[in-house]
């Protein structure tokens, strides 16, 4: 399995919902929901306002930027799914929405 491929497997489960901008985010105060033995440290839930998604997509670009490049220099095949590809998309899309958003924010307040 390609690393690019791993990665994707990793954060595509694992990516926090987006939470709206207006609701205050405590990153060190986590839902115990009782069903597994709590560790504050391995949230079973994380949430993102739409500027936190922006910088950890950036982030992300960056971290699969480098897994393509350990690829090619392993010789592994460009083995990226589809549907890992359609998730990654769909948070781009949810990234541009926001800062179009902002930008027609200031535009009307002028």
Not at 17 to 34: A, C, H, N, W
Not at 43 to 57: G, M, N, R, S, Y
Not at 86 to 91: F, G, T
């Amino acid at each position: 399995m390609c690393v690019i491929s791993m990665i994707h497997d990793r954060y595509r489960t694992t990516w926090p919902q987006v939470m709206p901008s207006r609701t205050p985010v405590d990153p060190y105060i986590y839902p115990d929901t009782g069903t597994a033995p709590y560790n504050p440290f391995i949230p079973d839930t994380i949430t993102f306002t739409p500027v936190q998604e922006k910088t950890a997509l950036d982030a992300f670009e960056e971290l699969c930027a480098a897994a393509r490049k350990l690829d090619e220099i392993l010789g592994l095949p460009d083995c990226e799914d589809p549907k890992k590809a359609e998730w990654l998309e769909s948070v781009r899309q949810r990234v541009r929405e926001h800062e179009l958003a902002k930008i027609e924010e200031r535009l009307e307040t002028k």
